[in-house]
């Protein structure tokens, strides 16, 4: 029987830059900084995510296991004739029509694409949005596989469809969205970052059913700590092999005449190393899922553990610095790492008993910094809410 602890006591073109080093807080307070009157504008928060386990399985319908990050993209946003854009973080000034019809392929700068994109899916749905005087700041590390362009996507799609006086669900915000990451990058993706960022649970791990889109909230034990550690290499999405990949699991999932690889039984993969993967990884978010409530850290440690092992040798999306890193900090103390998020670069995810998070850290980064000659960036993760709207300059929730 594995060690327990207790339980809660409740249940590309390149996004916006920021250092790992400042929370939400700081992030809204930056923007206030910057503005005459804070007052007069609405204020919106997209979380990043951090997915516990279940990688390369949300695009065939598998089912994931995400928490929403206390990092975050915020958006301020006045009426306006046009949708108008600074990033603190980004050079350039975005200015696009409210209407949708612009291509996002043509606009700069080059974030700006994913607002473009947004706009369109909004209007596509019969939402079309308004325009907006917007400032926006996030505290998300770019290329991190923290989903910082689903938590720009998410806070500009609240921001304009506020302004137009829609209302939209949680799930449409996260289709939208998801669209609109594909259509500015041009890389087919799954909806599990901007589902985590819209559905969040304060102190809660997501289970997310990637075909019905139900998400299910899994409390995580209090003495738990979720660590997320940057390998200080930058992950490149639409240069990576992840659309090969995406394309290979959709045609072995028509070769055996299924409709996504979640319906594939070990039986039918063992032979084909990502169709393998796709199988054991479902298992294994649905094993974590059940684990957490129970407070079995040891064991969740290992499945974590699991996963990298079949990240890098069957789906074949580690690089040699994120095995190191892996490697490190169980070596340190943690109880389980794996690679988190797409892969090929980007950030790890450990868990580890909270009473050893300094400890773990500190030796991990020394260790791992000698062997890559790349300096880590480490953080606590703790379970934040979804995007909603904020009072002005993020103290609380607003009404």
Not at 28 to 47: C, G, T
Not at 245 to 268: H, N, Y
Not at 284 to 289: G, S
């Amino acid at each position: 029987m594995g060690r327990r602890v207790r339980r809660a006591p409740r249940a590309l073109p390149r996004a916006l830059p920021r250092p790992a080093g400042s929370s939400v807080t700081t992030a809204a307070a930056r923007i206030a900084a910057v503005l005459p009157d804070p007052r007069e504008r609405s204020w919106f928060r997209a979380p990043g995510r951090v997915n516990l386990v279940g990688d390369h399985t949300d695009y065939n319908e598998g089912f994931v296991l995400p928490l929403a990050i206390e990092r975050a993209c915020v958006v301020a946003a006045k009426p306006a004739t046009t949708i108008r854009m600074r990033s603190l973080d980004a050079d350039g000034v975005l200015e696009v029509p409210a209407d949708g019809g612009t291509d996002p392929a043509s606009v700069e700068p080059s974030w700006g694409r994913y607002v473009a994109a947004v706009a369109h899916e909004l209007a596509a749905r019969g939402r079309p949005a308004a325009g907006v005087d917007a400032v926006l700041a996030s505290d998300v590390p770019l290329g991190s596989g923290l989903s910082s362009s689903a938590a720009l996507e998410v806070a500009c799609a609240l921001a304009l469809a506020h302004a137009a006086g829609w209302g939209l669900e949680p799930v449409s915000v996260a289709e939208a969205c998801r669209s609109a990451e594909e259509m500015a990058t041009g890389v087919p993706c799954g909806i599990m970052d901007q589902l985590a960022s819209v559905a969040g649970v304060e102190g809660a791990a997501l289970l997310v059913d990637c075909r019905s889109l139900e998400t299910v909230p899994v409390p995580l034990p209090e003495e738990l700590a979720v660590l997320a550690v940057h390998s200080g290499v930058t992950r490149a999405l639409a240069g990576s092999e992840y659309a090969a990949r995406r394309r290979a699991c959709e045609a072995l999932a028509a070769k055996l005449g299924l409709g996504s690889l979640r319906d594939a039984t070990m039986a039918q993969v063992q032979h084909d190393p990502f169709g393998r993967h796709v199988v054991t990884e479902t298992e294994r978010v649905l094993e974590v899922a059940r684990l957490l409530p129970e407070g079995d850290v040891e064991r969740i440690g290992t499945v974590l553990s699991e996963s990298h092992a079949s990240l890098r040798d069957d789906f074949r999306v580690s690089i040699p610095e994120l095995d190191v890193l892996v490697e490190e900090l169980v070596a340190a103390g943690a109880l389980g790492a794996r690679l988190t998020g797409a892969g090929f670069g980007g950030s790890v995810v450990a868990v580890c008993e909270r009473s050893t998070v300094d400890r773990v850290v500190e030796h991990a980064s020394r260790r791992y910094e000698r062997r890559t000659r790349r300096t880590p960036t480490a953080f606590t993760c703790r379970a934040a809410a979804g995007a909603g709207r904020i009072a002005p300059g993020g103290a609380s929730v607003a009404a």
